[in-house]
């Protein structure tokens, strides 16, 4: 291995360890954590049978290290608001666990920018539920980022 490949490694080493020397302090943070640190701040402008549009202001927390909102953020900004319209579809109870989440990223927002997160039920079915989510600049109407999330439905109990 060549010196400058090795240096490679020790600094993509270096990047992911360092909230290691954090552990007492992220291991401290109550539970449920990510989704308050990604919901605050959201609002629900529109509810209807299979379909929710929320809006929020992208804070400053939510930034990557380019300034721009975050692909992790905007990943379970599909997720929670995409299970969230699942219920509106007529499925009666929580809506199971994620078997899939996709998001393809569009364009950047950044701090400040007002969005718009429009999630609509395509299928609910037996064992499986499939929504569509569109990110938007609330300003543009702009996609900025489109995912698509997949539940598996827990299915009642007979007994």
């Known amino acids: 291995m060549t010196e400058g490949r090795r240096m490679d490694l020790d600094s993509v080493k270096k990047y992911l360890e360092k ?3 954090n552990t ?3 291991d401290s943070t109550p539970s449920k ?3 308050s640190l990604i919901m605050n701040g959201l609002s629900v402008d529109l509810i209807e049978p299979g379909h929710i549009v ?3 202001k992208i804070p400053p927390r939510l930034l990557n290290s380019g300034n721009s909102l ?3 953020a905007t990943a379970a900004l599909v997720d929670v608001v995409g ?3 699942i219920p509106f579809a007529g499925y009666p109870r929580n809506s199971g666990v994620s078997v899939e989440i996709s998001v393809s990223y569009l364009d ?3 701090a400040h920018e007002e969005i718009e997160i429009d999630a609509r039920v395509l299928r609910v079915g037996k064992a499986v539920a499939v929504v569509s989510v569109e990110l938007r600049k609330k300003k543009s109407g702009k996609i900025f980022a489109q995912g698509r999330h997949t539940k598996y439905l827990a299915l009642a109990s007979k007994m």
């Open 24 to 26: 007492s302090e992220v």
């Open 54 to 56: 929320c809006s929020m």
């Open 33 to 35: 954590f990510l989704e």
């Open 19 to 21: 909230g290691s020397k």
């Open 83 to 85: 299970a969230a319209a």
């Open 70 to 72: 975050h692909g992790g």
């Open 108 to 110: 950047a927002v950044h």
